[in-house]
């Protein structure tokens, strides 16, 4: 067993909801579930799936909860080859079964609901009521406090050995929450110290949940508004605008990074007072505007010597926001950024 798969094994709070679920699903199918060496060091888990005469194997991702910001990122993950993967998860509500259905993602709930259509297998199971024991993320890193603090290290992961003062200084965080975060980074499996230095471990991973926990968790707490350029022409020549105090970021900093995006929605970052950022940008509060202004969190100096288009926010931010769209081609602009901007930064 290689080390990223002990890792994977080794994470009590997936290895738990897998454990239940394959239980559950014997109980009530009369079919066995076997985990084997995964060939994939991404995957969560690698199973057998036996049910009579009938055998299927799986790369398996686990999810305690799957809400419908997960969804783009877990079709992304699977891509064509989506018949070789299963989704379980201890909870799927049911407009989620329904679009993972849709896009032929197998997926199996802890209780047994489940949709697996493969060559040679077919069970769709819809009717059990959810367990009690359904939970989410727990843990300080993946609260509010620690989104902010994995966003400055996975920015720019020079930082994980930095003094705590400048981590807590980047994150926008307590100096006190640093010693705690970056111990439970380790006891999660994400990070490792050789020869005295730190390193990150399974950053995909680490990509792959920040995104989702940051439309859950982070991002609602930062919105300060919706609004509309008061002159159209503005809109057309936004690039034009200098960007002092805050950062484009979305569609438009997707765009800059890129070139390959047209901006139909624009989201800007900024530490600025609301109303002073109003006159500058000439916005008019607007409810069903395609502005959203949102409060910058992390410091300016994370962006040192990254050498972005002047005006874009960070990567990994613009990644997490196009990840939430539903179009094709915003996933796409996706992949170009964590491609040439989130792999050794």
Not at 91 to 99: F, G, L, S, V
Not at 132 to 144: I, N, V
Not at 165 to 172: D, K, L, S, T, Y
Not at 286 to 313: C, F, M, T
Request: hydrophobic share 35%; proline share 5%.
């Amino acid at each position: 067993m290689n080390h990223e798969q002990e890792q994977n094994m080794n994470k009590p709070q997936e290895s738990d909801i897998l454990k239940d679920t394959i239980s559950n699903f014997s109980k009530l199918t009369g079919g066995k579930i076997k985990r084997k060496l995964s060939p994939n060091p991404l995957a969560d888990a690698y199973v057998q799936i036996t049910l009579g005469n009938q055998d299927c194997v799986f790369l398996v991702e686990v999810k305690n909860e799957i809400r419908q910001t997960h969804l783009p990122a877990i079709i992304q993950q699977f891509g064509r080859d989506k018949e070789k993967w299963l989704l379980v998860a201890r909870y799927i509500p049911a407009p989620q079964k329904e679009r993972l259905k849709a896009s032929s993602i197998n997926y199996l709930e802890t209780a047994g609901n489940c949709y697996i259509n493969v060559a040679g297998m077919f069970i769709y199971i819809n009717d059990k009521e959810v367990t009690p024991s359904r939970q989410t993320d727990s843990g300080k890193l993946w609260s509010a406090t620690g989104l902010k603090f994995l966003f400055a290290i996975l920015s720019k992961n020079m930082l994980i050995a930095a003094p705590y003062r400048q981590i807590a200084q980047v994150a926008g965080i307590a100096l006190g929450n640093i010693g705690p975060l970056l111990e439970e980074l380790k006891q999660g499996g994400y990070m490792e110290s050789t020869e005295g230095s730190l390193r990150l471990l399974d950053k995909e991973k680490l990509i792959r949940r920040w995104t989702e926990l940051f439309h859950a968790t982070l991002r609602p707490k930062l919105i300060k508004g919706t609004f509309r350029f008061f002159d159209k022409q503005q809109q057309d020549k936004w690039k034009s605008i200098p960007a002092t105090g805050f950062y484009w970021s979305g569609e438009t900093g997707a765009d800059l990074l890129t070139n390959y995006l047209e901006p139909e929605t624009f989201t800007i970052y900024s530490s600025e007072i609301t109303n002073e950022l109003i006159k500058q940008l000439k916005l008019i509060p607007d409810i069903e505007g395609n502005i959203e202004v949102l409060e910058q969190y992390w410091d300016d100096s994370l962006l040192k010597d990254q050498h972005l288009p002047e005006g874009a926010a960070p990567p990994l931010i613009i990644y997490a926001e196009l990840m939430a769209g539903t179009d094709s081609r915003t996933w796409e602009a996706a992949e170009k950024i964590k491609n040439k901007y989130l792999h050794g930064n």
